[in-house]
């Protein structure tokens, strides 16, 4: 499984951003997709993860001003009322089940840059 991330790039803060990741490979029993962020000096954290089932889970930081979405291609962010604390790489991530051995997969993009400016 291969995961390709776009969107990201430069933005004010206020403005928004749409953070896409297409999935290719043999994809199957997905549990969650979602997103995760690093910023310099900083460990990964979880931004937002839509679970198979339609729920949505959200960094609190993010809460209210994020929405996460996927369908069979891949998984969306879009974020609006940007802060500079928001600047990050983003990662997103998927979580399979092995259908053989009933193991967790996990997949990661190679991350896309968000800065933003004040």
């Known amino acids: 499984v291969q995961l390709q991330a776009s969107g990201g790039g430069l933005a004010q803060a206020g403005g928004s951003v749409r953070l896409s990741c297409l999935a290719s490979?043999?994809?199957?029993?997905?549990?969650?997709m979602g997103w995760y962020r690093q910023a310099p000096g900083h460990q990964r954290e979880m931004v937002a993860i839509?679970?198979?089932?339609?729920s949505e889970n959200y960094a609190d930081s993010v809460e209210g001003r994020s929405t996460v979405s996927r369908d069979k291609n891949g998984v969306y962010l879009q974020m609006t009322d940007l802060q500079p604390e928001d600047t990050a790489v983003y990662y997103c991530?998927?979580?399979?089940?092995?259908?053989?051995?009933?193991?967790?997969?996990?997949?990661w993009g190679q991350g896309t840059q968000v800065t933003v400016s004040s």
């Open positions: 991530n998927v979580v399979m089940i092995d259908p053989v051995d009933f193991t967790w997969l996990e997949y």
């Open positions: 490979g043999t994809i199957h029993d997905v549990s969650t």
């Open positions: 839509a679970g198979s089932r339609g």
